[in-house]
T-cell receptor
Framework: NAGVTQTPKFQVLKTGQSMTLQCAQD?????MYWYRQDPGMGLRLIYY???????DKGEVPNGYNVSRLNKREFSLRLESAAPSQTSVYFCASTESGGGTEAFFGQGTRLTVV | GEDVEQSLFLSVREGDSSVINCTYTDSSSTYLYWYKQEPGAGLQLLTYIFSNMDMKQDQRLTVLLNKKDKHLSLRIADTQTGDSAIYFCAESIYDYKLSFGAGTTVTVRA
């Protein structure tokens, strides 16, 4: 069972470079999310997609863009990376509705130098 | 997230009970969750409780919810070395958005 798959697992970028983090889920979930995890701050929501064709800003959207390519895939793009974006990024998905389990990918550790 | 607060560290002896505490601010929370993160891994759901419940028990895990004080706790009985991890409290305010606390790092010592 693949669940939620994120690529890449590790990435080092120079300031100003761009990149796209990929996420795919094979559970036919409606909702998908991107979080960043920083020490002592828990997980903060960057963007989410409640259903295919919709995306909305979360708590910390600045410097990021997203695309819900189809029901399976939800990508996160950094157009011009900054050192403040050094973090661990997690993609998650839920079937829909409260009380349903959020399934997380393994994370992408991004370092911006 | 700033709406969910938890202590950052807990050290417990193997075989003892662990109690991890969490407070949240939004009274409209519908579900409250506990997630576990092991080193280098994503988060896994341990358990959740609906906001109209006071307690939920699942094997070694007991969740207590005090809605008046907006306080949630997770008790792990007979703590084992495999329980060493970061534990996140989270609340669901809308149906599909989770707000996480900073996480409590639990260290189990022999």
């Amino acid at each position: 069972n693949a669940g939620v798959t994120q690529t890449p697992k590790f990435q080092v970028l120079k300031t100003g470079q761009s990149m796209t983090l990929q996420c795919a889920q094979d559970m036919n979930h409606n909702s998908m999310y991107w979080y960043r995890q920083d020490p002592g701050m828990g997980l903060r929501l960057i963007y989410y997609s409640a259903s295919e064709g919709t995306t909305d800003k979360g708590e910390v959207p600045n410097g990021y863009n997203v695309s819900r390519l189809n029901k399976r895939e939800f990508s996160l793009r950094l157009e011009s990376a900054a050192p403040s974006q050094t973090s661990v990024y997690f993609c998650a998905s839920t079937e829909s509705g409260g009380g349903t389990e959020a399934f997380f990918g393994q994370g992408t550790r991004l370092t911006v130098v | 997230g700033e709406d969910v607060e938890q202590s950052l560290f807990l050290s417990v002896r193997e075989g003892d009970s662990s109690v991890i505490n969490c407070t949240y601010t939004d009274s409209s929370s519908t579900y409250l969750y506990w997630y576990k993160q092991e080193p280098g891994a994503g988060l896994q759901l341990l358990t959740y409780i609906f906001s109209n419940m006071d307690m939920k028990q699942d094997q070694r895990l007991t969740v207590l919810l005090n809605k008046k004080d907006k306080h949630l706790s997770l008790r792990i009985a007979d703590t084992q070395t495999g329980d060493s991890a970061i534990y996140f409290c989270a609340e669901s305010i809308y149906d599909y958005k989770l707000s996480f606390g900073a996480g409590t790092t639990v260290t189990v010592r022999a």
